[in-house]
């Protein structure tokens, strides 16, 4: 069968790149640095998309934070995917 390889993308704009502010469907990540929750939060907020998010921290105080500040449908906390499927799930 067909296999594509996982693909890493660094050193992209998260505002500007069609590759971070647009749906990949593939096994595609791309990963941006930053300062603070807040700058962090406003890349996550300011795509069109927004059914799920996934945050990955040491630290739960951080993880319910940065949850409840992202604009989505969905967010996992230290993992992906994992959901009650009996849970309503869509698109907007």
Do not use: K
């Not at 593939?26 to 996934?54: I, K, M, Q, R």
Request: with cysteine; proline share 5%; charged share 20%.
């Amino acid at each position: 069968g067909a296999y594509l390889r996982p693909t890493l993308i660094e050193g992209l704009s998260p505002v500007t790149s069609r590759a971070a502010t647009e749906e990949i469907f593939g096994p595609v990540v791309t990963v941006h640095p930053f300062d603070t929750e807040d700058e962090v939060v406003s890349y996550a907020n300011g795509v069109d998309y927004g059914l799920c998010a996934s945050v990955w921290t040491s630290n739960l105080d951080r993880a319910h934070r940065v949850s409840s500040a992202l604009d989505v449908g969905m967010v996992w906390v230290n993992t992906w995917l994992h959901r009650d499927l009996r849970t309503p799930f869509g698109g907007v």
